[in-house]
């Protein structure tokens, strides 16, 4: 990843200004677009893309509402959507530069260089004095080994703004990689000198300074930025390289777990504390961090190698064969997975196998295999351990918004019908069940929802014996008097009574379909209740197992009889496509979530739940494009599962 998108005063205010001397109706707009600048500046991503939205759908020509929705959602770590409001921003104003730069960044995550700089210098065209964009570009010559062009990009940004810290802090890199550690110290501390705030400066200092055998300056530097920092990742990394490289085991494990805490899908260090453990002998330790790295990455090869070197130790060949079989399915000119393979033959007395391998390797040696594999998949992985550069990612002064959140993999929970206190100010309430809403006379209204209602069972039990005590006088409609019925008795989890009662109402009633699917629901958590039940038993109970899959069966057969009664009744399909996955069905459960989407295309969870079932599927791009519409349409942890599986 390139720049974190710095979302500064003048960009933000720099919209409004545009707009300052359009007439009244215009200006409605523009204060539509200040109120989402302001919850952007208050990093209020989702709740500013919740307002873009609404300006977007008032003005679907408005390209800078895309633009700003891009920005956000790129803070969101939503790259994909951020690329898609970009893109759209340009098409309605090809000649909108801070787009193409914007676009140009996540390019550049993408490592689609050349794409990036065709992007970088569109923006350029536009805005030819524009000093960030001239360190974008400098940034993607030094990738493509440009380093004449490199550096002659940040030294006309430091020619047109002599301020401007983040040239100086790219050009320290560029000599830094070059060797040449007093330019890079002199154009580091300049860059600190200017904006002192930016972590990573220092975080890069110490690195030079490393290198420039300042043992205590660096360390000093790395721990400044942990005092200033408590969650700065990079420091404490770099700080865990110093101690392993220096066999101080303790301190180096110490900042490595830190990392590891923070974020528990850091690749890079799970696979240097493998070696860590490795190194000292704590063998099942190391296994367990390679898995995870693994896990994460199915194609880094050295995490393959290195855990068959571990398995040798453990005298176990068979599965050190296999991961070496692995590596070279990966990369089948590494020459040294060749020689330990036909040593672990040697081991099981496969002694053909071995001498074949061993004659394999002979020959890779001649051609001088191995140092041709730097074009394989994280081919960074082929060193003893990761350093500062494999890590370092974000250039500027920030450090980005989106930390690694927790979160579990299962699906949003099921819509229901309920009962709820009227609130006239929300009045978010269903038109699938305004009818029976009509003539009620107690203080409940029914809505359809997938969170619990703000009332006690006290208050519905009450309600309830009201509503049976209700004479006939009072003219309710005897099918809609069952439907309410049976829905306190649900909320009361009195399952058998609100059964008895859906099953009176007529299938050719007007409720039908909502009673097919309330009773659908009844099955579901009653297969649910069972299952938890079940699981709270040391061994499983396999008729139980059966009974809570026929109730899950039973809620499937319901919720297709409601559909059938009313086949654009998307509450249906979602809960269809939930029972589904219960019973493993994934398929079923995303063709059902998408025609809940195909009728309801605002439906965040429907989308969530889909991205999931992607993710179990493998399909991680259509997963990572529903993530970004969840997130779009309001669910935050949607970003969660983007900043793990969309990187």
């Excluded at 998108?5 to 539509?32: D, E, G, N, P």
């Excluded at 320290?172 to 330019?183: P, V």
């Excluded at 699938?432 to 006290?458: A, C, G, M, V």
């Excluded at 991680?620 to 969840?630: H, I, L, M, T």
Aim: aromatic content about 14%; glycine content about 2%.
């Amino acid at each position: 990843m390139f720049l974190r998108i710095r979302i500064v005063w003048f960009i933000l205010f720099f919209l409004v200004l545009v707009f300052a001397t359009k007439l009244s109706a215009q200006k409605t707009k523009v204060s539509q677009l200040q109120n989402a600048e302001f919850e952007i500046m208050q990093s209020n991503y989702t709740g500013s893309i919740l307002l873009l939205n609404e300006e977007i759908k008032k003005n679907p020509d408005h390209h800078l509402a895309y633009f700003l929705r891009g920005l956000a959602k790129k803070e969101l770590g939503d790259n994909l959507g951020a690329y898609n409001d970009f893109s759209n921003s340009i098409l309605l104003h090809p000649g909108f530069s801070k787009a193409y730069y914007h676009r140009c960044i996540l390019k550049i995550d993408f490592k689609d260089y050349y794409n990036a700089l065709t992007d970088i210098n569109k923006a350029l065209s536009y805005q030819v004095t524009n000093t960030d964009y001239y360190v974008a570009r400098g940034y993607i010559y030094n990738i493509l080994k440009d380093t004449t062009n490199a550096l002659h990009d940040y030294n006309t940004a430091i020619f047109l703004d002599a301020n401007n810290h983040n040239a100086y802090l790219n050009k320290s890199l560029l000599e830094l990689n070059m060797k040449q550690y007093e330019k890079a110290l002199a154009n580091i501390n300049k860059s600190i000198s200017i904006f002192p705030f930016s972590m990573n400066a220092f975080v890069i200092r110490g690195y030079i300074k490393l290198n420039s055998c300042d043992t205590a300056g660096a360390i000093s530097d790395y721990e400044f930025a942990i005092s200033k920092d408590s969650t700065f990742i990079l420091a404490y990394y770099n700080l865990a390289l110093y101690y392993h490289n220096h066999k101080d085991l303790q301190k180096a494990l110490n900042n490595y777990n830190k990392v590891i805490e923070l974020n528990p899908y850091h690749a890079e260090c799970l696979y240097n504390r493998a070696a860590l453990y490795a190194e000292n002998e704590k063998f099942v330790e190391a296994i367990t961090d390679y898995n995870m790295v693994i896990k994460i990455n199915p194609s880094n090869i050295y995490a393959y190698f290195n855990r068959a070197i571990v398995k040798q130790y453990l005298s176990d060949y068979v599965n050190s064969i296999s991961d070496l079989t692995k590596v070279i399915e990966l990369y089948p000119r590494f020459q040294k997975a060749y020689v330990l393979r036909s040593s672990m033959y040697m081991q099981i007395k496969n002694y053909k196998q071995a001498q074949k391998d061993h004659d394999f390797a002979q020959y890779l040696s001649k051609q001088n295999s191995d140092s041709s594999n730097s074009h394989v998949a994280d081919s960074v992985y082929l060193m003893p351990l990761l350093d500062f550069r494999a890590e370092f990612q974000a250039l500027d002064t920030t450090a980005g918004h989106v930390q690694f959140k927790p979160y579990k993999l299962e699906l949003k929970d099921i819509y229901v019908i309920q009962a709820d206190n009227e609130d006239k100010k929300i009045g978010n309430y269903n038109n699938d069940i305004d009818n029976l809403n009509r003539n009620q006379l107690i203080n409940f209204k029914l809505k359809i929802n997938n969170t619990p209602p703000n009332i006690s069972y006290e208050n519905i039990a009450e309600s309830k014996t009201l509503f049976d005590s209700l004479s006939v006088k009072t003219k309710i409609n005897p099918q809609m008097k069952q439907i309410w019925n049976s829905v306190l008795s649900a909320m009361l989890k009195n399952f058998k009574e609100a059964n008895e009662y859906a099953m009176q109402i007529s299938d050719t009633s007007d409720f039908a379909y909502l009673s097919k699917f309330h009773m659908a629901n009844i099955y579901l958590k009653q297969g649910e209740q069972e299952e938890d039940e079940n699981f709270e038993t040391q061994f499983a109970d396999y008729s139980k197992i059966s009974e809570t899959n026929k109730n899950y069966s039973k809620a499937i057969e319901e919720y297709t009889e409601a559909i059938l009664h009313n086949n654009k009744f998307s509450y249906a399909y979602y809960n269809r496509a939930y029972a589904k996955s219960l019973i493993s069905d994934i398929s079923g459960a995303i063709s059902d979530f998408s025609s809940c989407i195909y009728f309801d295309n605002n439906n965040s969870n429907a989308y969530y739940n889909r991205g999931l079932l992607f993710v179990i599927t493998g399909d991680y791009e259509s997963a990572c494009r529903d993530f970004s519409k969840a997130g779009e349409l309001g669910l935050p942890e949607s970003y969660a599962l983007m900043y793990r599986y969309c990187k």
